[in-house]
């Protein structure tokens, strides 16, 4: 007998920015990408996923481990279209792989086929990513592509806000977490405030969120918090930790097996704004 482990479910959120929006403590917080924008970020995520299952007289324990680490050490915006966007050359470090663990087996470790490469991507207005590297991107690789390198998904209010200001989030987390249009999804986002931190202005940025949600015949339930750095002026995610936790329960492998489990996530990120390089951007414009 098999639990599915839903290792997929968590995924690393990489918030839009936050920029002042006239005097005073109002803020239009939002992602404003611009052409040559320079950035570098080295993030991880772990998350452990332990089920029991019976059937019958029949039970057995299963566990999952999962780690991802991605390392850019320099990222550059070449294209903006309806101000998001939508090119992009990455540079990976090396040190960019990812590693899962099933039960008591050998940890099985994968290179991230760019390590080590820059690579061009852009979105096209279809919605296809184009590359200029050979091999294209399937399954994790995809998601990792769309919600994390390419995508900047935001959270924010949508109008200017205030320090201490909460509003809702709920929508945005959806493509984040796969989730379907019944599940059941609360985020709260908060501005906690902004502050002078090495000379920039920064954002500091709170999240709480609750998801019912079902996954592979279970009905799932997680709760996240999460504490993000935001520059101001760039909107760039120069910190965040994230922490959650996921409690599964039902009955699997069409009603035979009943099945509980439990799991955990935990990311960190730490990024960095590069100062304006001398390489030229071929090709590129900011669309409207």
Known sequence: MRITILGGLFVVFVFGAARAAGA????????????????????????TMKGDGANGNRSATESEKFHRQLVVSEEVVTEVRG?????????????SWWASKR???????????YAGKTVNFRVTPEGKIEQDFGVQP?????????????????????????????WRADDALRPMLDLQSGDTVSAIVTLKG?????????????????VLATKSELHVEMELEGAFV?????????KGDLTGKCRMAGLAVHG???????GSLEMHHSGRILPAGDRAVAGVANGG
């Not at 005073?24 to 991880?44: H, I, M, N, T, W």
């Not at 502050?195 to 954002?203: D, F, K, L, S």
């Not at 035979?256 to 439990?262: D, F, R």
């Open 24 to 47: 005073g403590s109002v803020y239009d917080l939002s992602y404003r990408p611009v052409v040559g924008l320079r950035v570098a970020y080295e993030e991880s995520i772990d998350t």
């Open 83 to 95: 101000g998001e966007a939508v090119g992009r050359r990455i540079t990976f470090g090396p040190n």
């Open 103 to 113: 039960n008591e087996q050998p940890a099985t470790k994968t290179r991230l086929i």
């Open 138 to 166: 399937k399954g994790e690789l995809m998601r990792l592509l769309r919600n994390q390198i390419l995508g900047r998904t935001s959270l924010f209010a949508g109008k200017p806000v205030a320090a201490g200001e909460r």
């Open 194 to 210: 902004v502050r002078e931190q090495e000379g920039r202005q920064v954002a500091d940025i709170g999240m709480s969120a609750g």
């Open 230 to 238: 935001i520059d101001v002026q760039t909107g760039v995610a120069v």
């Open 256 to 262: 035979t097996v009943k099945v509980t489990g439990e």
